[in-house]
T-cell receptor, first 111, second 114 residues
Framework: ETGVTQTPRHLVMGMTNKKSLKCEQHLGHNAMYWYKQSAKKPLELMFVYNFKEQTENNSVPSRFSPECPNSSHLFLHLHTLQPEDSALYLC??????????FGPGTRLTVL | DQQVKQNSPSLSVQEGRISILNCDYTNSMFDYFLWYKKYPAEGPTFLISISSIKDKNEDGRFTVFLNKSAKHLSLHIVPSQPGDSAVYFCAASLSGGSNYKLTFGKGTLLTVNP
C-alpha cells in the first residue's frame, strides 16, 4: 500500500451513532491534516497534526475528535453528528512546509 | 468571506487548445500558491506551485502565472488533453515555516473535448 489511504470510503450513520474515520500514510511525512468538503463549498481545513501534536483546530465542533497516535496514522472520531455534517472528509499528509498529498476521502452521510 | 475565489465553476475546451483556469485571492499576506487536480472518487493531486517571489512557474504542459498586484493567478495547460478533464483547485497559504494551512477555492471543472 502506498500514498495516503482512508477507510471507510463511504459511511452512513445516524445522529446517535459513534464512528471513526481512519487515515494512514506511507510516505514518511510528519504532518497530517483533516479537511472537510461540503457540497458547493471549498475544502475547509479542520485539524493539523505536526509530529503527532495538534497544531491547528480550525474552530471545529467538539463532536469531531481527532487522534494521532503516531506520524503515520490519523483518526477522526465522530459522535452525535448532525445531517449538515454530511460531506467528503479528506485526509492529507506532508513534510513540513511542503505540498500536501491527499487520500481518496470518506463520503459521510448523516441521517 | 472567501479568501480564494475561482469564479468559473466550469470550463470546456477542445483537445489541443489552451485551457486557462483563473483564481483570485483577497489576502495580500498569502505568499505561496498551489494548484491541485481532482478526479471523481479520488483525492486532490498536487499539480504545480508558485512562490510569491516569482511570477511564472512552468512544468511541462502546465504553467502558473502570478500577478501579485492584481492578486490573481492562472493555470495554463497547453496543449489540453482529454485526460486533463478534472476539477482544478487553487490554494493559497502563508509560509514562513508553516505553510500547513491551505485555503482553497471552490474549484473549476475542466472538460477537454476530443
Amino acid at each position: 500500500e502506498t500514498g495516503v489511504t482512508q477507510t471507510p470510503r463511504h459511511l452512513v450513520m445516524g445522529m446517535t451513532n459513534k464512528k471513526s474515520l481512519k487515515c494512514e500514510q506511507h510516505l514518511g511525512h510528519n504532518a497530517m491534516y483533516w479537511y472537510k468538503q461540503s457540497a458547493k463549498k471549498p475544502l475547509e481545513l479542520m485539524f493539523v497534526y505536526n509530529f503527532k501534536e495538534q497544531t491547528e483546530n480550525n474552530s471545529v465542533p467538539s463532536r469531531f475528535s481527532p487522534e494521532c497516535p503516531n506520524s503515520s496514522h490519523l483518526f477522526l472520531h465522530l459522535h452525535t453528528l448532525q445531517p449538515e455534517d454530511s460531506a467528503l472528509y479528506l485526509c492529507a499528509s506532508s513534510h513540513p512546509a511542503d505540498e500536501q498529498f491527499f487520500g481518496p476521502g470518506t463520503r459521510l452521510t448523516v441521517l | 468571506d472567501q479568501q480564494v475565489k475561482q469564479n468559473s465553476p466550469s470550463l470546456s475546451v477542445q483537445e489541443g487548445r489552451i485551457s486557462i483556469l483563473n483564481c483570485d485571492y483577497t489576502n495580500s499576506m498569502f505568499d505561496y500558491f498551489l494548484w491541485y487536480k481532482k478526479y471523481p472518487a479520488e483525492g486532490p493531486t498536487f499539480l504545480i506551485s508558485i512562490s510569491s517571489i516569482k511570477d511564472k512557474n512552468e512544468d511541462g504542459r502546465f504553467t502558473v502565472f502570478l500577478n501579485k498586484s492584481a492578486k490573481h493567478l492562472s493555470l495554463h495547460i497547453v496543449p489540453s488533453q482529454p485526460g486533463d478533464s478534472a476539477v482544478y483547485f487553487c490554494a493559497a497559504s502563508l509560509s514562513g515555516g508553516s505553510n500547513y494551512k491551505l485555503t482553497f477555492g471552490k474549484g473549476t471543472l475542466l472538460t477537454v473535448n476530443p
